[in-house]
């Protein structure tokens, strides 16, 4: 009887949960319609206005071209969206990260496969910058089952990217440990026709929510806590993989130009597999979900753990992280810290996360592993997870209270930043973190255009430096 109960509870849990995040799916997808809507009436019924400027003796046409070469000399700053979201280009005029890159002259929004694995993101951000056709890599996409080869990029973002042109990175949630994949792929010299690759290609990472060591809630919607790789039968993810199948085979091309999961290169359309393609993906024999080549194993205790075995921390390398919080602990027992501070997407699971226990019959993901040390969390990351890498190994580290704690910053070591903030806090809807928000960004660019950069060796008389 008692099990019956719990079977009742579950369900209803699923199905709460399943409705939010539908509901705010569509939310998020009909106010970009909307938005995109009411721009292309206005500009339809207002005529532009021109204005009439006044130059004298060249001086603005100087200032604009002072103002455009200065910007020009500046790395850019390349903004990475985490799971489900979307760079500039896709759901219209609407912004992953709130804005944001509008607070630099500088800045680049990737549109990255919003469910592919960080592996298959890591890929296509390189091919993002540099141009050219994405390739996967023979041996992967054999393994996975998909095409070799992917999108093409006529003219890279930022073709002249190499050791003497670095970049900045931010990444949020997973496209924080895309930019760390990244990073080891470009010192191990692992893209075809690049040898000269190497870490020194990436200035400084900056992680806001970063998802570096894994997650619970990866169970709590339905990763199997024993392997971290096959779903359970019943749940939320579940629920995701079919709608996702669905409407990749669908392939309804406006409809995938305004928002898309990223998985093309696994051809699931019905042009291509047919109906029984269909099928045998539903099935779980192909595709993606089948193979694990998509981001919740990643996202996974276990999967962290096989990715950052590989994952090394470099010493001419800037780190930051903010890892966000919204537990606290009253008595001993660790509890939402906030009602109407946790947006409606992430209170059941900041409340199921700060209760999370892993289960006794399954071998803990690591050795000295503790629910305890798990329990702080935003709703979708444990704050353990988001300080800096910590499994397998242990990187170097330094809690940071006031930015003065930090200066002068030294490269290879990761500086964090505990914040009050649920997941989603800092994306989307700048509003609703308010000053909170321009603080964190403007700390961010801040610090990448003044604080952090490489200096050059200098060159002595008769000496050039290679």
């Given amino acids: 009887m008692v099990r019956f109960w719990i079977t009742c509870l579950q369900l209803v849990e699923l199905f709460v949960s399943s409705l939010v995040h539908l509901l705010y799916g569509f939310y998020i997808f009909s106010s970009a319609v909307a938005g995109d809507l009411s721009q292309a009436l206005n500009e339809y019924f207002q005529k532009p206005k021109l204005n009439n400027v006044e130059v004298k003796e060249g001086k603005l046409v100087k200032g604009v071209e002072e103002k455009e070469t200065n910007a020009n000399d500046l790395p850019p700053i390349v903004l990475v969206h985490g799971i489900f979201g979307f760079g500039k280009g896709r759901l219209g005029g609407l912004s992953y990260f709130g804005g944001a890159e509008k607070r630099d002259e500088k800045v680049l929004v990737p ?3 919003s469910l592919t694995s960080i592996y298959d993101r890591a890929r296509e951000l390189f091919y993002y910058l540099k141009g050219g ?15 070799q080869f992917g999108r093409i990029y006529e003219q890279g973002h930022y073709t002249e990217w190499d050791e003497d042109h670095p970049i900045h990175f931010v990444g949020h949630s997973a496209g924080a440990q ?14 075809k026709g690049y040898e000269n690759t190497s870490e020194n ?31 359970k039968p019943i749940c939320l993810l579940q629920l995701c993989r079919i709608g996702v199948i669905i409407y990749d085979w669908l392939d309804i091309p406006w409809l995938k130009n305004y928002y898309n999961f990223g998985f093309d290169h696994y051809n699931m359309s019905w042009k291509k597999m047919g109906l029984w393609g269909l099928v045998e993906c539903l099935l779980g024999n192909a595709g ?41 602990k009253i008595m001993g027992i660790t509890v939402p810290s906030s009602i109407l501070k946790i947006h409606p997407l992430l209170f059941i699971r900041v409340l199921q996360m700060s209760q999370w226990g892993h289960p006794p019959e399954v071998s803990p993901p690591y050795k000295g592993y ?34 003065a704690d930090c200066q002068p910053l030294q490269p290879g070591i990761w500086y964090y930043k505990i914040v009050e903030g649920d997941h989603i806090l800092f994306i989307i ?10 603080l964190i960004y403007d700390s961010i660019f801040q610090r ?10 200098p060159t002595l008389p008769n000496e050039i430096h290679h």
């Fill in 111 to 113: 549109d990255l496969g």
């Fill in 133 to 147: 056709q994405v390739d996967y890599g023979e041996e992967h996409s054999k393994v996975c089952g998909h095409s």
């Fill in 201 to 231: 290609w990436i200035l400084s990472i900056t992680a806001l929510s970063g998802a570096f060591n894994g997650t619970t809630r990866a169970y709590l919607d339905g990763m199997q806590p024993e392997d971290g790789r096959s779903l």
């Fill in 178 to 191: 895309v930019v760390r994949v990244l990073q080891q792929m470009l010192a191990d010299k692992a893209f």
């Fill in 448 to 457: 990448c255009r003044k604080h952090v950069f490489r200096k050059k060796l």
């Fill in 429 to 438: 809807n700048r509003e609703r973190a308010g000053l909170e928000f321009d």
């Fill in 370 to 403: 503790r629910d305890e040390d798990w329990l702080d969390n935003d709703g979708a990351l444990n704050t353990i997870s988001m300080t800096h890498p910590r499994f397998p190994t242990e990187h170097p580290s330094r809690l940071v209270e006031k930015d």
């Fill in 288 to 328: 993606p979900f089948a193979s694990g080549d998509w981001i919740l194993p990643d996202l996974t205790i276990q999967g962290s753990l096989r990715t950052n075995y590989h994952l090394h921390t470099f010493p001419n390398t800037y780190y930051f992280s903010y890892a966000t919080k919204r537990t606290r």
